[in-house]
């Protein structure tokens, strides 16, 4: 079946690091693909999505490419703030029109001043 | 109200309590879902309506009971819990069911089972 894996975390970054969080994913068929995040005390908010590969989702300084040949999804940022400490998830859907939504784990990120 | 919201936020109960958790969207969509979220495990989804009508139950014990009234409105209906299913409960909607859609999801609701 469809399965998502992340790094585990937690990670710790100082501002203005640079972020990789990596993703990889098993599915059939050509999945839509997904980062969310989650902030302390809130429910998942979607922060971009890829729907076929060599796509790139980007929002708020956070890009993410659809790579088909290494089944890969990872979540990237140049430059860290503190207002993006929050736990982020990786998250699949089967193209075909599924409503299912697989997610990883979810890794937990905290900036430092 | 916009999004999706949950109530109540907190709720402690004993095992042999009943009561609901309520979730509600302002957006229109025709799908609804009600996820677990544990501790050091993924996400877990447990129901899914489409247009008012179930279309997953996704080998969710019976002590959890959902009911959909409408397309709007999302009930998870809880008796006799156990301890273990302390959780934060997430409800989401979506527009459909088209492939590559977004859920948005509701604030949550801790759940503690005493």
């Known amino acids: 079946g469809n399965s998502v894996t992340q790094m585990e975390g937690p990670v710790t970054l100082s501002e203005e690091a640079f972020l990789t969080i990596n993703c990889t994913y098993t599915?059939?068929?050509?999945?839509?693909l997904f980062w969310y995040v989650q902030y302390p005390g809130e429910g998942l908010q979607l922060l971009l999505k890829a729907t076929k590969a060599d796509d790139k989702g980007s929002n708020k300084g956070f890009e993410a490419t659809y790579r088909k040949e290494t089944t890969s999804f990872h979540l990237e940022k140049g430059s860290v703030q503190v207002s993006d400490s929050a736990v982020y998830f990786c998250?699949?859907?089967?193209?075909?029109?599924?409503?299912?939504?697989?997610f990883g784990k979810g890794t937990k990120l905290t900036v430092n001043p | 109200e916009t999004g999706v919201t949950q109530t109540p936020r907190h709720l402690v109960m004993g095992m042999t309590n009943k009561k609901s958790l309520k979730c509600e969207q302002h957006l229109g969509h025709n799908a609804m879902y009600w996820y677990k979220q544990s501790a050091k495990k993924p996400l877990e989804l447990m129901f899914v309506y489409n247009f008012k009508e179930q279309t997953e139950n996704n080998s969710v014990p019976s002590r959890f009971s959902p009911e959909c009234p409408n397309s709007s409105h999302l009930f998870l209906h809880l008796h006799t819990l156990q301890p273990e299913d302390s959780a934060l409960y997430l409800c989401?909607?979506?527009?459909?069911?088209?492939?590559?859609?977004?859920?948005?999801f509701g604030p949550g609701t801790r759940l503690t089972v005493l």
């Open positions: 998250a699949l859907s089967d193209q075909g029109g599924s409503e299912k939504l697989v």
């Open positions: 989401a909607s979506s527009q459909d069911f088209a492939g590559g859609n977004e859920q948005f």
């Open positions: 599915a059939t068929g050509y999945p839509s």
